[in-house]
């Protein structure tokens, strides 16, 4: 299940990025599982990774690259997460940044790995170096379709975006793919994205880019509340586009680049929510009128977590004693109950600390009946907004979790 439109749009290729997906036969025959980008000499490359302490060998081996030297080449695989694999899983880590190093005939340490899929196992050594050169004798400028597919796990669907803007009269252009659609609640990115421009950029500003934006996209969704060990979300500058070099916070170009990258990541972001695993539901959890960004995200991301709440939704129940439950139980500081209000769309349900005077059950159905809800809840004690999206809780979610292994 998933909600939405479910065909991927255009995506364009960035010039100084080539990438393949071949299929290694990790976990399935016959799948697409090994994915390689290729990155311009001239490009720069930041990263965000997931806090979860149980970080997966390939994620404690990226940051430590990325520190060393200039990425060259990303590796990912799917179908095995090489997490909670103990001194195996980095020699494994290892192992596959120098074999791309030595066809690509760059420094280990030039490679970041990335792998996605199941927690425990041993990565299967001899299927995935054996797939290496049949990745480096494909790679392609028009290979970003194929590789959005290529990262997938339990998604139903694979995940891009392209933007294209001007500044005077030269153009630039953003692309990315992320993947995930279980175990979502990133506390940094989302399980994995990678976005490239070819807008000529700093390094120290396209870390505060990246960090930035993905604090307000990937960071603001949950499909379960569960943060994966793989999370890791990569942004890419090759330096291609014609237009001005980004030099400065202050500069034009920075706003304008700022704001056309958060909104594709955002897109990004609400693609795997829209197919988060079993969902029927694509929810915006909106707090208006906030002490702080703190008191807004607690209050947001306890509705948003509420089994009672998501599984009503999935019921498409207007059962709103389950969010003002929720709303209560939020570890923020006292609120005046009987300034708060809580809208399901535009029909308010609760004012004063209880049931609106104008409320209906039939209105409230009319709008748990659609695919598309936002639940907002005003404070009425501050200036803070924010907003979460997350999905329903459905039968499907449980057996595909229930049979993920099998």
Known sequence: MATGNPNLSPLTPISGVR???????????????????????????????????????????????????????????????????????????????????????????????????????????????????????NLTEDGWVKAASGIMTTDTRPKGASVTFEYQGKPITITGISKGAGMI??????????????????????QGLLSETATKSFNRITVDSDTSTNDSCILIATGESEAAPIESEESELYGIFKTELKALMIDLAQAIIRDGEGATKFVSVQVDSAVSEEEALEVAYTVAHSPLVKTALFACDPNWGRILAAVGRANIAEFDLTQLAIYLDDVCIVEKGCRAQSYTEAAGQDVMNREDITIRIDMASGSDSETVWTSDLSHDYVTINAEYRT
């Open 19 to 137: 990438i393949s997906t071949i299929s290694a036969g990790i976990k399935t025959p016959g799948r697409d599982d090994l994915v390689v980008f290729e990155i311009s000499e001239k490009s720069h490359v930041a990263g965000v990774f997931t806090k979860n302490r149980f970080c997966a060998a390939p994620v404690t081996l990226s940051k430590k690259h990325l520190a060393e030297a200039k990425a060259r080449y990303l590796v990912i695989n799917t179908g095995n997460a090489n997490a909670g694999t103990g001194e195996q899983g980095m020699l494994d880590a290892v192992s596959t940044c120098e074999s791309l190093a030595v066809l690509m005939g760059v420094d280990a340490n030039q490679v970041l790995p990335f792998s996605t899929g199941v927690i425990g196992e041993n990565l299967p050594m001899d299927r995935l170096l054996a797939g290496l050169p049949n990745a480096e004798s």
């Open 185 to 206: 609640k990133p506390n940094m990115a989302t399980m994995l994205g990678f976005v490239a421009t070819d807008a000529s950029i700093s390094p120290e500003l396209l």
